[in-house]
Structures are given as structure tokens and as C-alpha cells.
């Protein structure tokens, strides 16, 4: 299986958005309750590239198959080197090596764009994602407890960072 990484393109949208509208219904990974529409990602899409922060995708046999991203932590100036990233891969890939090629490459990007600080936020239930930001790397800064609301309960919010430079 040879997955490549490469700069996302107008026609991955649809991929991407069935991955992330299947992480919305089925997974605390994102904590929206709604599935976005076509337009609603592509604007997410066209603001990524107009502020020049990178959506990349994993490719199997030119198929996309996850993708990865990262934006503004928090909007205060003082904040703007640190970023809040983002890895998905369809349910069916999760395990075969896509997210750890993306999120390899998405800290490569972070320090050619001069940035100190990437953060995850993960959710306290997702034991899988909490191992693999750590074998990046990412230490366990804090959990938020009770932080959000999915299914019909509380969750806690586990943020993981990962010092760049």
C-alpha cells in the first residue's frame, strides 16, 4: 500500500467532506452535531488557502483518504504562532499508516512557516488518538473536563501539545 501526501485540491472536497460529516455523526472527534454542506466546506476550503494554511490529503491509488490542516488557536495576537491541527482518515484506513504520514508532514509544515506550537485537542474517550500525538511527541498539557456535549453527555477535552521550534 503506497499512500502519498500532497497538497489538497478543489476536487477532494467531496472526500473530505464525507469524512468529516462521518466523524460529526458517528464520533466525538468533532464535537458539531450537524453534517456540513458542500458550500460550507468549500468556503472552510477557499479561507484556508487565502490565509495560506495548508490542507493536505493522504492519497491511496489516487483516492484521497484522509486529510489534515491546522488554523488559529486562538484569535489574540499574541497566540499567532501557535496553531490547533487537525488529522481525519476514513474509518476504513484508520490503522494503515495515512495519519501518522500526515501529521508528519503537517509539523514539517508548521516549522517552515515559522510557527513554535502546535495543539491538539482530543477527546478524553479517544485512547487511540491520545497514543498517536504521542509517539509525535505531543505531551498531555491539560484536560478540560465537561468541556463539551455529544450524545447525550459530557465530555472532556484533552489538549496535547507539541513545542516546534
Known amino acids: 500500500m503506497q499512500i502519498k501526501i500532497r497538497p489538497a485540491i478543489f476536487s477532494d ?3 473530505i467532506l464525507e469524512i468529516v460529516n462521518h466523524q460529526i455523526l458517528h464520533s466525538t472527534s468533532i464535537y458539531d452535531y450537524e453534517p ?28 484521497p483518504i ?3 490542516t491546522y488554523g488559529t ?13 487537525s488529522v ?3 474509518d476504513e484506513f484508520i490503522g494503515k ?11 514539517q509544515l508548521g516549522i517552515k512557516q515559522g510557527y513554535h506550537t502546535m495543539i491538539g485537542v482530543v477527546d478524553s474517550e479517544n485512547k487511540g488518538s491520545i497514543l498517536f500525538h504521542q509517539k509525535f511527541g505531543f505531551e498531555i498539557v491539560g484536560t478540560m473536563k465537561e468541556s463539551g456535549y455529544k450524545f447525550d453527555r459530557w465530555l472532556n477535552s484533552v489538549f496535547m501539545q507539541l513545542m516546534l521550534k
Open 73 to 85: 488557536f486562538r484569535e489574540k495576537v499574541g497566540y499567532r504562532f501557535t496553531v490547533e491541527h
Open 13 to 15: 472536497l467531496d472526500t
Open 97 to 107: 499508516g495515512a495519519g501518522k504520514f500526515l501529521l508528519a508532514e503537517l509539523i
Open 36 to 63: 456540513r454542506d458542500f458550500e460550507a466546506q468549500k468556503k472552510w476550503f477557499d479561507d484556508k488557502l487565502a490565509h495560506n494554511i495548508p490542507v493536505i490529503v493522504a492519497e491511496l491509488e489516487n483516492t
Open 88 to 90: 481525519y482518515v476514513a
Open 66 to 68: 484522509g486529510f489534515a
